[in-house]
């Protein structure tokens, strides 16, 4: 006789109502409905083309046939239940690398991931502030929270955040001086400070060497907050994005920032990364989050 039996999970429930003793006892354990139970009990005996259970009114009780596969069953069980513990050391092994420019990692957005951790205690992160642009196709992280002014690799997956903004910001002590152009036609005679490292690409300093001459570029920094702390001693006018313009109260907005200096803010996530169930899981959870600290 051919043996149609395919569908591994009866055998749970096989196993719960022969220790349980009966299909509303085994119900109640496994959290699925009677008559759920009772069906798929009838449909494993007529896979396996055997009575597993003698029918009474005081429950089931296992027949000889089903107490023969108990061991069988039961070897099954443990198998499954021995890869679900290595899946979760392999997860565990592996963190989820997520590249950002440091501020991308403040008090608010590290607030979501510590949210995600008490749900998730056993997906770990390693996180990578960095303004360089590391490549996930090449395996360099798995998620980067990124803002582009160009169409990322087509095969990564985009979630989009925002559209970030930018401007011209001074300080009280430079306007004093110098006066703050009105517009992106009126640069002529200003002082620039710029940020520019070797490895990291910078719109930044592109943008300056498109607006200005050379020499109005009067101070370069391989550090983001130095040069924003630049800017704000007086040292030269410096373009910076208006969500961390913020936290330097000191800065001033020359003019309203022009829409050509836009970037869309994105997640993106490797298309290996994203095979692997934690970090759906994780995207899942933290792009709606990350986003709406955005939207405030």
């Known amino acids: 006789m051919k043996n149609e039996f395919r569908n591994w999970s009866d055998l749970r429930i096989f196993l719960a109502v022969a220790r349980q003793g009966s299909t509303l006892a085994a119900s109640r354990k496994l959290g699925i409905a009677q008559p759920t139970v009772a069906r798929r009990i009838d449909a494993l005996e007529g896979a396996l083309g055997l009575t597993l259970f003698d029918r009474d009114t005081r429950g089931f009780k ?6 023969a596969l108990m061991k069988d069953a039961e070897a099954v069980e443990a198998a499954v239940r021995k890869l679900g513990e290595t899946a979760l050391d392999l997860c565990q092994a592996r963190p ?12 608010r957005v590290n607030a979501i991931f510590s949210e995600f951790s008490l749900l998730h205690p056993e997906i770990r992160f390693e996180f990578l502030a960095s303004v360089e642009v590391l490549d996930l196709m090449a395996g360099e992280a798995d998620i980067a929270l990124r803002l582009v002014r160009n169409p ?9 955040i925002s559209t970030a903004q930018f401007t011209l910001y001074g300080s009280g002590e430079y306007r004093r001086k110098y006066g703050f152009p009105s517009s992106l036609n009126d640069l002529a005679g200003h002082r620039f400070v710029s940020f520019k490292r070797d490895g990291a690409a910078s719109a930044m300093d592109e943008w300056y060497r498109a607006n200005a001459k050379p020499e109005q570029i ?6 983001i907050s130095v040069m924003y702390a630049a800017i704000v001693a007086g040292h030269g006018l410096g373009v910076a994005n208006l969500r961390y313009a913020r936290d330097y109260p000191d800065l001033i907005p020359c003019f309203d920032p022009p829409p050509e200096m836009n970037s869309e803010h994105l997640i993106l996530i490797s298309p290996d990364a994203y095979r692997r169930p934690e970090v759906k899981t994780f995207t899942k959870f933290f792009a709606p989050r990350y986003a709406a600290v955005f939207r405030d």
């Not at 296992?62 to 107490?67: F, H, I, K, L, M």
């Not at 989820?96 to 008090?107: E, H, K, Q, V």
Request: hydrophobic share 30%; aromatic share 10%.
């Open 96 to 107: 989820i690398r997520i590249t950002a420019f440091s501020a991308n990692f403040s008090p």
């Open 152 to 160: 990322p690799h087509p095969d990564l997956i985009s979630r989009h």
């Open 218 to 223: 009067v101070q370069t920094y391989s550090e």
């Open 62 to 67: 296992p027949t000889p046939e089903a107490c």
